[in-house]
């Protein structure tokens, strides 16, 4: 039901566009959000935002870099990812989470009810 596209290669210092596409049936979340998994490494969050209100929440390795939209008619969420580093290298992952959450379990994957197959972000140095 979810749908990620948009990774790809970049060099270092530049900018890529993911976008999330939720599909299919009546299809209610409260929360939406992106992680990474970079190789050898554990899957993080990058960002949420809760669909009602617009609020969003960034870890703090993305910050002042990464920005999260959404487009509630589209169904759609995008993350501009600008000043790419090294290591942003990933398979990025949109999620949804049905039930509301707060800040301290937008971190869990457990917490997400759907994710999407994942797209390749590489970042050349």
């Known amino acids: 039901q979810l749908q990620a596209s948009g990774g790809g290669l970049v060099q270092d210092g530049g900018s890529l566009r993911l976008s999330c596409v939720a599909s299919g049936r009546t299809f209610s979340r409260s929360v939406m959000a992106w992680f990474r998994q970079a190789p050898g490494k554990d899957r993080e969050l990058v960002g949420a935002i809760r669909w009602s209100s617009g609020s969003i929440y960034y870890a703090d390795s993305v910050k002042g870099r990464f920005t999260i939209s959404r487009d509630n008619g589209k169904r759609m969420m995008d993350l501009q990812m600008n000043s790419l580093k090294p290591e942003d290298t990933a398979v990025y992952y949109c999620?949804?989470?049905?039930?509301?959450?707060?800040?301290?379990?937008?971190?869990?994957?457990?917490?997400?009810?759907?994710w999407g197959q994942g797209t390749l972000v590489t970042v050349s140095s």
């Open positions: 999620a949804a989470a049905d039930a509301p959450l707060i800040v301290s379990t937008m971190r869990l994957q457990s917490a997400y009810n759907y």
